[in-house]
């Protein structure tokens, strides 16, 4: 197959005529970078050159320890229900490919209903649990409602509830990616279908469940911080916090803004050096979906 | 007493299938002796690949008998009633059939010599070093000794369809069911693919197989079956059907896939 790249390098490297770029195109994209700079500098000029950021507050208050207990809570709030998420995510992505119509049908209707309704509507909704549900029965104990939902557990439960539903899909899409031909080799040579799943196609599904899984785990780092509206003190909910009693709401919104800008920038290097050790693992140049099947 | 079924590796008797309102199957009537080399040749949409599927049971057949090494297929004895065959055992009988798919569907994150162990190490639970010792002689068998630790993508179509055959042998199993596995090779390649298929017949190996390679048949089978419109239409000696038939439909069939285009 012959690439783009190929033929490039084939024009300056090869034994034909050396082929220069046009010279005009040259002026016109310099002019192009020219401009875009002026503009990114006047910008930056108006933010920052107005005067009235308090820079030495932002660092001051940067790794201030209730600052870092905020991060930790919003870390803890990720892990969490990424996590509880890819549980309840492999069930109902399970039930959803299932020859049963019954599950088929209850997984559908949870992921229309959590991925239909806003995630703050739903935050909100566990909070206010209590109001509608004072006591829950649970396997003949009676507990009242508010004193298990506390903002960090209604927090909790918005975030993997509504995440799940994402997830399903993410791993069913995975599992559809994979050719029903390896299935069918793998019952051919006497798995069970469970097996041929788990051994065979769940290994697979894994190269496209990973990067969007990830893409899934970023989005929900920053979608933690709805949950400062129920009073969770996580990144968000602590500058607000802080900015109540300093009045410096600007400063403290970049603290939270480069701490933010931090942990996904993290996030999505863990992502990329990932997805290269599952491309490597393959132990060929493409992956195998890119490959012809001939 | 052994049954009189018992002595043929397959045996169906008006066997049918369906999909949905479609019907598929109309009652196909076909038997395969143990070392036969067996042909079905027929149209496309006929059929040929829904019936070999049935025999391993990839599908569900809904009228007929279907009979493999002395078992009805899908089906399991309770006192005197038969029943739906558990997972389990389906299973368990599907590990003693090979099969051989156009479009090879190796594991491509498995190696020649995993892919060809896959079934001994997962499935009958061998050890890894005496089930890759076996994979090296069933790779050497198809002339892929060199290439063990090549996974899939580096491998040509035809040396990637030689490990799928070693891999169907694997677990030496008592037929093995090949569907037009020269249909997605290029022509240079469907050489070297045939070579090993014609090894396995001459060693004896009950092969059922789906092709359009029609002067293979005539070579190496024992006998072909025509099938047309979800029937045998004609089955005998390659030489009967492929060159002395009297049936129209089998005459154009061949005089259609000999001219190309
Ligand atoms: N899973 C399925 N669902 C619905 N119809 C199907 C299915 N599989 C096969 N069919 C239909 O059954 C008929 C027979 O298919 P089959 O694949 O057995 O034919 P074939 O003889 O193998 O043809 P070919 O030479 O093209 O491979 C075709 O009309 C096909 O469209
Ligand atoms: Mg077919």
């Given at each position: 197959?012959?690439?783009?790249?190929?033929?490039?390098?084939?024009?300056?490297?090869?034994?034909?005529?050396?082929?220069?770029?046009?010279?005009?195109?040259?002026?016109?994209?310099?002019?192009?970078?020219?401009?875009?700079?002026?503009?990114?500098?006047?910008?930056?000029?108006?933010?920052?050159?107005?005067?009235?950021?308090?820079?030495?507050?932002?660092?001051?208050?940067?790794?201030?320890?209730?600052?870092?207990?905020?991060?930790?809570?919003?870390?803890?709030?990720?892990?969490?229900?990424?996590?509880?998420?890819?549980?309840?995510?492999?069930?109902?992505?399970?039930?959803?490919?299932?020859?049963?119509?019954?599950?088929?049908?209850?997984?559908?209707?949870?992921?229309?209903?959590?991925?239909?309704?806003?995630?703050?509507?739903?935050?909100?909704?566990?909070?206010?649990?209590?109001?509608?549900?004072?006591?829950?029965?649970?396997?003949?104990?009676?507990?009242?409602?508010?004193?298990?939902?506390?903002?960090?557990?209604?927090?909790?439960?918005?975030?993997?509830?509504?995440?799940?539903?994402?997830?399903?899909?993410?791993?069913?899409?995975?599992?559809?990616?994979?050719?029903?031909?390896?299935?069918?080799?793998?019952?051919?040579?006497?798995?069970?279908?469970?097996?041929?799943?788990?051994?065979?196609?769940?290994?697979?599904?894994?190269?496209?469940?990973?990067?969007?899984?990830?893409?899934?785990?970023?989005?929900?780092?920053?979608?933690?911080?709805?949950?400062?509206?129920?009073?969770?003190?996580?990144?968000?909910?602590?500058?607000?916090?802080?900015?109540?009693?300093?009045?410096?709401?600007?400063?403290?919104?970049?603290?939270?803004?480069?701490?933010?800008?931090?942990?996904?920038?993290?996030?999505?290097?863990?992502?990329?050096?990932?997805?290269?050790?599952?491309?490597?693992?393959?132990?060929?140049?493409?992956?195998?979906?890119?490959?012809?099947?001939? | 007493?052994?049954?009189?079924?018992?002595?043929?590796?397959?045996?169906?008797?008006?066997?049918?299938?369906?999909?949905?309102?479609?019907?598929?199957?109309?009652?196909?009537?076909?038997?395969?002796?143990?070392?036969?080399?067996?042909?079905?040749?027929?149209?496309?949409?006929?059929?040929?690949?829904?019936?070999?599927?049935?025999?391993?049971?990839?599908?569900?057949?809904?009228?007929?008998?279907?009979?493999?090494?002395?078992?009805?297929?899908?089906?399991?004895?309770?006192?005197?009633?038969?029943?739906?065959?558990?997972?389990?055992?389906?299973?368990?009988?599907?590990a003693r059939i090979g099969m051989v798919f156009q479009r090879f569907n190796l594991f491509p994150n498995m190696t020649a010599l995993e892919n060809v162990t896959?079934?001994?190490?997962?499935?009958?639970?061998?050890?890894?070093?005496q089930a890759f010792e076996r994979g090296r002689e069933l790779l050497a068998r198809v002339g892929l000794a060199n290439r063990a630790d090549s996974y899939p993508?580096?491998?040509?179509?035809?040396?990637?369809?030689?490990?799928?055959?070693?891999?169907?042998?694997?677990?030496?199993?008592?037929?093995?069911?090949?569907?037009?596995?020269?249909?997605?090779?290029?022509?240079?390649?469907?050489?070297?693919?045939?070579?090993?298929?014609?090894?396995?017949?001459?060693?004896?190996?009950?092969?059922?197989?789906?092709?359009?390679?029609?002067?293979?048949?005539?070579?190496?089978?024992?006998?072909?079956?025509?099938?047309?419109?979800?029937?045998?239409?004609?089955?005998?000696?390659?030489?009967?059907?492929?060159?002395?038939?009297?049936?129209?439909?089998?005459?154009?069939?061949?005089?259609?896939?000999?001219?190309?285009?």
């Amino acid at each position: 197959m012959t690439t783009t790249t190929d033929i490039e390098s084939s024009r300056t490297t090869g034994p034909g005529p050396r082929i220069h770029r046009r010279p005009g195109a040259r002026i016109f994209s310099t002019a192009v970078a020219v401009l875009a700079i002026a503009v990114v500098l006047g910008i930056a000029g108006i933010v920052v050159g107005s005067g009235t950021i308090h820079w030495e507050i932002i660092a001051q208050y940067f790794f201030a320890p209730v600052m870092l207990n905020g991060v930790a809570t919003t870390l803890m709030l990720t892990v969490v229900s990424l996590a509880a998420s890819a549980v309840l995510g492999t069930l109902l992505a399970a039930m959803r490919i299932s020859g049963n119509p019954v599950l088929r049908t209850i997984a559908s209707a949870y992921i229309w209903f959590f991925r239909g309704t806003p995630l703050l509507v739903q935050i909100v909704f566990w909070f206010n649990l209590g109001l509608f549900l004072p006591r829950l029965d649970i396997a003949g104990f009676t507990i009242s409602t508010n004193s298990l939902i506390t903002p960090t557990t209604a927090a909790l439960l918005g975030l993997f509830l509504n995440v799940s539903a994402f997830m399903c899909e993410v791993i069913r899409g995975g599992l559809l990616a994979v050719d029903t031909g390896q299935t069918e080799a793998a019952l051919s040579i006497g798995m069970t279908p469970r097996r041929a799943l788990l051994r065979i196609v769940l290994p697979q599904a894994i190269r496209v469940i990973l990067p969007a899984a990830g893409n899934l785990a970023i989005d929900l780092l920053k979608a933690t911080s709805l949950v400062y509206v129920i009073g969770t003190k996580e990144i968000l909910g602590t500058v607000q916090g802080i900015a109540a009693q300093n009045f410096y709401v600007i400063e403290m919104l970049i603290v939270a803004s480069l701490w933010y800008l931090v942990l996904v920038s993290v996030a999505s290097l863990g992502q990329s050096w990932l997805e290269a050790r599952l491309a490597r693992g393959i132990g060929a140049a493409q992956p195998p979906a890119a490959r012809p099947n001939l | 007493m052994t049954t009189p079924l018992l002595d043929h590796a397959v045996r169906m008797h008006g066997l049918q299938k369906s999909f949905g309102a479609v019907r598929v199957l109309h009652g196909v009537d076909l038997t395969v002796e143990r070392g036969q080399a067996a042909f079905i040749i027929g149209p496309s949409g006929s059929g040929k690949s829904t019936l070999l599927r049935c025999v391993n049971s990839l599908e569900s057949y809904d009228g007929g008998e279907l009979w493999v090494d002395g078992y009805l297929v899908g089906a399991e004895r309770r006192g005197d009633r038969w029943i739906e065959a558990s997972a389990t055992l389906t299973a368990s009988r599907r590990a003693r059939i090979g099969m051989v798919f156009q479009r090879f569907n190796l594991f491509p994150n498995m190696t020649a010599l995993e892919n060809v162990t896959a079934g001994l190490r997962m499935v009958l639970k061998q050890e890894s070093k005496q089930a890759f010792e076996r994979g090296r002689e069933l790779l050497a068998r198809v002339g892929l000794a060199n290439r063990a630790d090549s996974y899939p993508s580096q491998l040509s179509g035809g040396q990637q369809q030689r490990v799928a055959i070693a891999r169907a042998i694997a677990a030496n199993p008592s037929i093995v069911l090949f569907d037009e596995p020269t249909s997605a090779l290029d022509p240079e390649l469907v050489g070297e693919v045939l070579a090993v298929m014609r090894d396995l017949a001459r060693d004896g190996m009950t092969m059922l197989i789906v092709t359009h390679e029609i002067s293979f048949a005539e070579e190496v089978g024992d006998v072909v079956h025509f099938i047309d419109g979800g029937k045998v239409a004609e089955s005998g000696s390659p030489s009967a059907v492929i060159r002395h038939s009297n049936n129209p439909r089998t005459a154009e069939f061949l005089a259609r896939i000999r001219k190309p285009g």
